[in-house]
Every structure is written in C-alpha cells, then in structure tokens.
C-alpha cells in the first residue's frame, strides 16, 4: 500500500484483477440476473483497460482528464480559515475541476470506458444534478447520447443542473416515486438498465451499488488524493494530519482519502449530512438526516451490501439533507468497512452548521462552495482543533447550482454570518 | 432440485423437501399467478389470493413488499407502495400466510435486505425457519444472484425450502451451470428484458430461453409480461412447464381500488382472468407437437 501511495499509482500488479468486490463483509453484486452478465462484462472491461491499461485506456483519460477537465486542481493554502483556525488548512479545489464538481473524474472515466466497450447508449442517475451534469458532459464530449434521471423534488432544487444536463444534450427523466430524491432515481436507473442492458451502460454516480462500481469510481476519483498527496508535501513539505471530505455515496470521500489510506498517521474524516437531527422516525420511515456511516445498520441496497438508513425491519427508510447530493440512505461499502477497521472517523454536521459553512468559506476564501462541500467547513468550524497541524479539505464542488436553495435556507434560520437576506424574498427568478 | 439438498440427506433431523411444488408441475402446466400481500389492504388481499386458487392457480407467489422494488415496473411498484402504506410488514406477512385458506404451494416473492434482517441475528436463517413454520414452500429474490445466494440455500436446505431462480435473456450457458446449481422447485424464465409488466406481445426469446434450456432437469415457468390466455398458450405451446403472471392481476387489484369497488367483485373479477390464464395454458399444451423436442418458431 505504501509504495502505491508513493507514486500515486499502484504497483505493477498489485491492482492486476477486480478482486471480488469485497471489502471486508461489505460489497459484492445484489441485481437482478438480467444485469450480472453486463456487470461480469463490465468486470473484465474494468480489469482490462482500468487496471492494465489496455488500449491505451488510462492514457487516454488522464489526456482529456487534463485537457478537457483542467487537471490537476490546484492544492491551495486557505490563508484566512489557517487563521482563523491556527492551523494549516489546504483546500483541494475540486470546485475548478470542469463542470464545478469532482463528479467528472467519475463520469469521463465511465463514459470513455463504455466507449470502448462498444456501448451505445449511457443512462445516469443525479441526486444534486452534478453527475447528471459531469456525465452529460462526457456524453457530449465523447459522442454518447445520454439519458439522467432524477428526483422530482431534486429537479425542483438544483434546476440550473437541470438545465446544464439539457443544453449538453441529455435527456432528463423526472422520477416520481417515494420522495423523489437520489434514492428513488437510482432504483428507476437500474430499471431502466435491466431493460436495455445490452447497449446501454449505467454510469453511476459514486463508490456504490454493484462490484465493480465501488472500486471502479473509487480508481477514478484517486486522481485527487494522488494529486493531493504531492501537492501538500510540495507545499507544506510533509503529509497532513488529516483529510476531510464530505460523503454522500462517498466518491469525493474516497477519491480524497485513497492515496492517504497507507498513510497510518493521516486521519480521514468522512462528513455525513447530520440534517436536522440523528434519530430515525421508524413509524414515518424517515430519517431527518443521511448519516448512514455514523447511524445506519449493514443490509442491502442497489446491489451492494453495506451501512444503510433502514427500519428494524429493513425497509429503507427515506433521507434528508439540505443537500441534495448527500441526501441517501445508503453509502459505499468500501468506506462502511473502513470505518468498521477504525481507518475512517465517520462525523456528521447538521444542515444549520451546513448553511453556516456555505457563508462562512464564502466570505472568508471568496470561493462559494456547494451545500455537500459545504458540510466538510461546518466540520472544520466546529471540530478545528481536532484536527492536527495541517489539513486538506476537500472542496468537492462549487456553489453555483445552489443559490437558490441557500437563499431559501437562509432565510428560514437564524444564520449569524449571513448577510442580510430580505432583498432576495422570492429567490433569484 | 440441487444437489446439495442431498450432500447431507442422510441426516434424520433433515426434513423432507418439499414436494407439493414438483406436484403441481406434474400434469400440464401450471399456472402460477403473483400478487402484491397487503395490496390494497389485508383483508381484501386474503380475498383475493384465495379467488387466485379458485380460478385455478397451482403455485401462488406472494410478494412481500420491499420499499426499493428494483426489478418492478410501475404496476407492481404502485402496488408495494399501497400495501406498506396499508402496513404490511414480514410478519404481518407471515400472520397472512397461517391467515390464508388455500392448499396449493406458496412461494414468497421478496428483496434480499427483508430476509437477512429478519429476526433476531442477520443473515437468512431465522427468516427462512419463519417461513417453513407457516407454510411457504420457497423463495423468489430477484435482486439475489447465484453468486450470492449461498447462505439462502444453506438455511433452504436446512428447512427443505425451494430457491429458484430467475433465469434472463442474457444468462449465457456459464451463468446458467452456476445458477441450475442452486435451484430447485422451479426456474423462473424472464420472457423478456426488463422489469415486471404486462405488454401486449410475448417476446420471441422466450422460445429461445425455453430451448436453451431444454436440458435443465427442472420445471421452467415463464413470467413477465403474459396478460391474456392467448400469451398464456403461446408460451406453453413453445414449450412452458407454466406461466407466471403478476401485473396483469395486480392491475385488476388496482383498478378496483381506484374505482372504489367491493372486495367480492374484484375476487370474481381475478377468479375469471385466473380462469382464463389457465385455461389458455391448458390450450397451449394441447397444441403442441407431440415430439418433447418442442421448440416453436
Ligand atoms: C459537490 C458535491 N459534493 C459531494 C457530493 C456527494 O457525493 P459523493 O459522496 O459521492 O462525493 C455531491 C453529489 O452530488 C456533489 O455534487
């Protein structure tokens, strides 16, 4: 592990084969028959030009990944939060990555693998719309037609996403059912793949669902702790003490910590969605927050076993966050077991410390995060000195997509560091 | 039925496999209807599942209803929907079950996070004890692949319990080597790709599913997407030991529901398509070639 993280890259052959799809009790392949033969397809391609570069594959996606997406990002000293903090804060700028989002590294990956493969179609799934988003963009850079889906109640958030997915193209199909959040949109994703599995590829959107997904989308977003990893000893001439990043499946989480996972005096702080309280309304099947790593129990959803936000009886119970790209029940197996081996410190900030850290990175650093990123800063205020001497915050995605909904969050709470709000009654349209 | 149900067979505590499913593929096809338990309330559901065997049903399969159903199309999404908001749970399932007059085999139809939390540890064990104790002769998961689903036939062997399968257009003849081998009862034939619907024409791959299968020495029950006896006959006469038939009854269920009709006329309204489903079945088997090698083209 050491020498992976060394370079940035694994050994020859460490990586050879896709393994099982276990980590630990979590992982593995939970679908429907109809799919495993593409998911087996997968496995191999994944194996083939991921893992051994066949083709050219990797070489190719860390061409555009550079040329189209703009990496690396940089690593950036946060002078006035190391200030305020008395302590070194790094800011890993995922937000300047092309599309505003980390969510790229992801979708190119995927989009030019099902390329490859011979595939003719792409469907995603979105919750906060920057996958949907960073797919649609791949589709549209490659040559793929694309079709997202997302939750009705997620469109009526984040409808500049909505809009971004359009203009590139892709058609974006409202899902209605439950309370149409990501959840919702990835059972209605699978269906539609199981219906049309043989052309069509499933880009999801973070380190879940079936092997070979988890570890699939964990390789492509190790970009950022392998550029990361670098960036800090060049700056700060040495490895941080702590990593943090905000989880929702976990992606950026995973893609933040990879690179540090040798690293045994590196802590990683994965930051879930504490929403508006940690307890699980089991009569209702809500749970007012998306802390599946800090709250939930090990059971089995879309394909991969893992921590989950479910009933004594294992229904799923619905989320809730303030952001909708952390609003799942569920979370990558890969972070449930590494959490389980005590490497991960899962936390949580409610949607009040959230909104607080949208206005505090924003007025401090000038960079207006999105309300997932914006989580990890709520950590960050309230949990500074835990923290060590230098840290590296993700900044997983911008801020754009969210005004709207921080002018409406805003406005319901008492937010102390929010600048006068009543010129915007009646949002921004 | 597997092999691994008689690795172990000469253990006197085993119980017996259950045979009332091989019995009820035994003369001519079966017909196998599936409704959602609870769908739209309890007591109408019982109604209504005891109307299924008097239309002529020979296996039932009863849908436990998950919160997530990824391999359910809107009809029977719709249904889960109403029957956990009429608050069906896994045991208020098994209450329905003991609660249920009928005598032909149940097979329970449900996701796999609802058997591995059942009870008191995790894993399948205690739920499968559940059902052997009131009655259920086997499972359907379909989100349970054959690479996952060894400790399920472990706790089925355990209870002389049924898994089958669910065999895809797209299982090649590796995967189906690896899924026969943790099957018994029957194999669920998908007619088409997809999820669960009705549709108006039966998929020409099922011919080619059922003669793929030709040397599977298990009963092969084709579902989704048959609604009308004259699907019903075209899939027995390609070669269907039975057929399987979910939405097109749930659909009955529904409609009534919305139309705000009594239990007793949607009962009668499923006993006649039940009638009719079964007796396209039987239609089916009466056309086909008397040869065994019995492909259609
Ligand atoms: C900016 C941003 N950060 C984080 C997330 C959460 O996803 P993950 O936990 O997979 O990184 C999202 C999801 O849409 C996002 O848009």
């Known amino acids: 592990m050491s020498s992976e993280s060394e370079r940035g890259e694994p050994a020859d052959g460490e990586w050879a084969s896709a393994g099982d799809g276990k980590f630990g009790r979590y992982g593995g392949q939970y679908v429907p028959e109809a799919l495993m033969p593409a998911i087996q397809e997968l496995t191999d391609a994944y194996e083939r030009y991921v893992l051994n570069n066949e083709d050219g594959f990797m070489d190719e996606f860390r061409r555009r990944i550079r040329d189209f997406g703009g990496r690396p990002t940089p690593l950036q000293r946060a002078d006035r939060l190391s200030e305020r903090y008395d302590t070194e804060v790094y800011l890993k700028r995922e937000d300047l990555l092309h599309g505003g989002a980390h969510k790229l590294n992801n979708a190119l990956g995927q989009v030019l693998l099902a390329k490859y493969m011979g595939k003719e179609r792409i469907i995603a799934e979105t919750g906060a719309g920057q996958h949907g988003t960073a797919t649609a963009m791949a589709a549209a850079h490659l040559g793929m037609p694309c079709e997202v889906y997302m939750g009705e109640r997620d469109i009526n958030r984040q409808r500049p996403n909505v809009f971004r997915m359009k203009i590139n193209g892709s058609e974006v199909t409202p899902v209605t059912t439950g309370r149409g959040t990501l959840k919702e949109a990835i059972s209605e994703t699978m269906r539609d793949w199981a219906t049309n599995v043989e052309d069509t590829h499933y880009v999801i959107g973070s380190v879940v669902g079936p092997h070979p997904f988890p570890r699939m989308v964990r390789d492509f977003q190790a970009l950022i702790s392998e550029e990361a990893r670098r960036q800090v000893r060049e700056k700060a001439g040495r490895l941080p003490d702590s990593v943090v990043a905000c989880a929702g499946g976990g992606s950026n989480t995973m893609g933040s910590f990879h690179h540090f996972v040798g690293d045994a005096d590196v802590d990683l702080f994965a930051v879930e969605a504490g929403g508006s309280s940690l307890a699980v309304d089991e009569e209702e099947g809500v749970a007012p927050n998306s802390a599946s790593l800090s709250t939930g129990t090990e059971g089995v959803l879309h394909g991969a076993r893992t921590k989950l936000l479910q009933d004594h009886d294992g229904q799923i119970v619905e989320s809730h966050s303030v952001s909708s790209g952390l609003d799942y029940a569920g979370v990558g197996p890969e972070l449930a077991h590494l959490v389980d081996e005590g490497r991960v410190t899962p936390v949580n900030v409610d949607d009040d410390a959230a909104i607080e850290g949208f206005h505090r990175l924003s007025q401090e650093e000038g960079i207006i995060p999105a309300l997932e990123t914006a989580h990890a800063f709520g950590y960050l205020h309230e949990h500074h000195d835990e923290l060590g001497d230098v840290t590296v915050i993700n900044v997983s995605g911008r801020g754009d997509k969210d005004l709207d909904t921080a002018i409406e969050e805003t406005a319901k709470r008492d937010v102390a560091n929010a600048p006068d709000m009543s010129m915007f009654e009646g949002g921004l349209r | ?297």
């Not at chain 2, 896994?90 to 085999?105: I, K």
């Not at chain 2, 064990?125 to 036939?153: C, K, Q, T």
């Open chain 2, 1 to 297: 039925m597997s092999d691994a149900v008689d690795d172990e067979g000469d253990d006197a505590d085993d119980p017996a496999v259950d045979d009332s499913v091989a019995d009820a593929f035994a003369d001519g096809p079966a017909f196998v209807p599936y409704l959602a338990v609870g769908d739209p309330d309890y007591e109408s559901s019982l109604a209504y599942v005891e109307a299924l065997e008097r239309g002529g049903a020979d296996v039932i399969e009863l849908g436990l209803p998950f919160s997530e159903p990824i391999a359910e199309g809107p009809t029977i999404q719709n249904a889960v929907v109403r029957a956990l908001e009429a608050g069906m749970t896994p045991e208020r399932f098994f209450e329905f079950v003991e609660d249920l007059d009928v005598d032909v085999p149940l097979v329970c139809m449900t996701y796999y996070n609802l058997i591995y939390q059942f009870g008191s540890e995790q894993g399948p064990r205690p739920f499968v004890e559940r059902a052997a104790s009131v009655g259920i002769s086997g499972f359907v998961v379909p989100d349970l692949p054959a690479e996952e689903a060894g400790p399920l036939r472990e706790a089925c062997d355990e209870f002389g319990l049924h898994l089958i399968s669910i065999v895809a257009p797209t299982t090649d003849d590796d995967r189906l080597g690896t899924l026969v081998d943790v099957s018994s009862g029957y194999l669920y034939v998908q007619a088409r790709l997809g999820v669960t619907g009705a549709s108006s024409s039966v998929s020409d791959r099922t011919g080619e599913s059922l003669a793929r299968l030709s040397g599977v020495d298990l009963p092969k029950a084709v579902g989704f997407g048959i609604s009308s006896d004259e699907q019903a006959a075209t899939v027995v006469e390609a070669g269907a030991d039975g057929i399987i038939v979910g939405s097109a009854l749930v659909d009955i269920v529904a409609d009534g529901h919305e139309r705000g009709e009594s239990t007793e006329s949607v009962a009668d309204r499923l006993e006649t398509k039940a009638r009719e489903l079964k007796r396209g079945a039987l239609d089916g088997y009466g056309r086909r070639p008397p040869a065994p090698e019995g492909t259609s083209d």
